[in-house]
């Protein structure tokens, strides 16, 4: 069956066995995916996969259910499974009906887009990136490549009917110099034109060679230049966790705080799903509501959570169109630019740290937003706007709200930041933080 047959017999089936709402998605994906260490390609796969998610409601009763077998009768056997489910649930808290269409969206966001995502071209963009990190100084590379094209059909019984394609590029890079010394790059696109392998191989390089004889770092107070990839960590926190879902959970530093400035007054978050040209961008999200671009943080000031249906049901709001079934999401982050650069930052700082990329943000506290996370890879002293020596075994240890309203500045150029550690495509500038909190790793 194509896509929309399956769609279509799903819908038919669910409503027959007595749901009230129904939501099938039936996604394709084709991808190259190439895995890198050591300076050598160890792993090229290839997958073309086609899998359908199936979601229904019995009254406020909810259950989802994921299927690869797509014929007459698996759809059928996973559309009962589905319903038994839900009529084995218990009644949930959140709940409204789905909007109902047809509804118009936007043509720029319904083009079928795709991105070259053969084996072979995957390993060549691999090789460029592998060399620039070579040529800037590194001795030996590791990371992952993966071109993928997705595209996802929707059909609702609130008579939403969709088609989106969406093409990505992701490569993560790291580089290795002497000793301990290494530097973390990446490049994401939606497009070719905006993929730079060997860029991100440069850098990784770079980063790698400037971060050789690292010593240990001295816990303390001190100012902090983030690098995209950490405060693209720490600023899609606020994305995540401005979701209603997490504060009616009491799981959101956010929760009660909405019309208040929690951040400085420079700081912008929008989510913008409806920018064509972006990484994330989608015509609808998963009710079928067509996205748009909101503001999250305004000069600081949190102007709103993010809804689906249910949780504006609730709040007793309209939806922003930020639906996943069960949490709301943000689909694709921006951080609004500042108007000085990144050497323009580290040259205000008299004596802090420069930190260019973390791993494993842990809450110690969801509704405080007290957390911690390791700097990893190249990270460095600054003494009078300088970077004089390169550092190893510090933890951020802070409040996710105290930081943000401790942002000094922001650099003019951002850059595009989504892998493992971030996983919601986020437009990134360096920041300026005053008075970061560094603990030692150990602690």
Not at 225 to 231: A, D, E, K, S, W
Request: hydrophobic content about 40%; aromatic content about 6%; overall charge neutral.
């Amino acid at each position: 069956m194509k896509p929309l047959e399956i769609c279509e017999n799903a819908l038919s089936i669910c409503r027959r066995l007595g749901a009230n709402d129904v939501v099938v998605s039936v996604m394709n994906k084709e991808e190259s995916m190439v895995r890198f260490s050591n300076d050598q390609v160890t792993v090229v796969n290839s997958l073309d996969e086609v899998s359908a998610n199936i979601f229904v409601c019995l009254g406020r009763r909810k259950a989802g259910i994921n299927v690869l077998d797509l014929g007459v009768r698996g759809l059928e056997k996973a559309c009962r499974e589905a319903v038994a489910m839900a009529s084995n649930t218990p009644e949930s808290s959140l709940y409204a009906p789905l909007p109902h269409g047809p509804f118009d969206y936007d043509q720029k966001l319904l083009k079928k887009a795709t991105v070259p995502n053969g084996p072979d071209q995957a390993v060549h963009w691999t090789q460029e990136a592998m060399a620039a990190a070579r040529k800037a100084g590194a001795s030996r590379t590791a990371g992952s490549l993966v071109a993928r094209n997705t595209i996802s059909h929707l059909a609702t019984s609130g008579d939403v009917r969709g088609v989106a394609y969406r093409p990505s590029l992701e490569l993560s890079i790291r580089a290795f110099g002497e000793g301990l010394a290494s530097g973390h790059s990446l490049s994401i696109s939606a497009d070719e034109a905006g993929f730079s392998p060997a860029e991100a191989g440069r850098e990784a390089g770079e980063l790698a060679k400037a971060a050789k004889d690292p010593v240990k770092g001295s816990p303390g107070k001190m100012d902090a230049v983030l690098g995209p990839m950490v405060f693209a960590d720490l600023i899609s926190q606020v994305g995540r966790f401005a979701s209603a879902f997490y504060v009616d959970a009491g799981l959101s530093f956010l929760a009660g705080k909405v019309g208040q400035k929690v951040a400085n007054e420079g700081v912008e978050l929008i989510e913008d799903a409806t920018d064509p040209h972006a990484y994330g961008a989608l015509p609808f999200d998963a009710e079928g509501l067509p996205t748009r671009r909101k503001a999250i943080l305004d000069k600081g000031v949190l102007k709103t959570f993010l809804h689906n249906s249910a949780t504006a049901e609730k709040f007793g709001t309209q939806s922003t169109a930020n639906a996943g079934l069960i949490a709301p999401a943000p689909f694709c982050l921006k951080v609004g630019p500042g108007d000085t650069s990144r050497d323009e930052l580290l040259s205000q700082v008299d004596r802090g740290i420069y930190v260019t990329n973390d791993w494993y943000l842990r809450y110690q506290n969801y509704s405080t937003g007290d957390f911690s996370a390791i700097p990893r890879d190249a990270m460095f002293l600054i003494e009078d706007g300088q970077i004089v020596a390169s550092l190893r075994e510090l933890r951020i240890s802070d409040n996710v709200l105290s930081m943000l309203q401790r942002v000094k500045g922001l650099s003019k150029e951002r850059k595009w930041i989504k892998w493992w550690e971030v996983g919601t495509p986020t437009l990134s500038p360096t920041a300026l933080v005053g008075e970061l909190h560094f603990t030692a790793s150990s602690q």
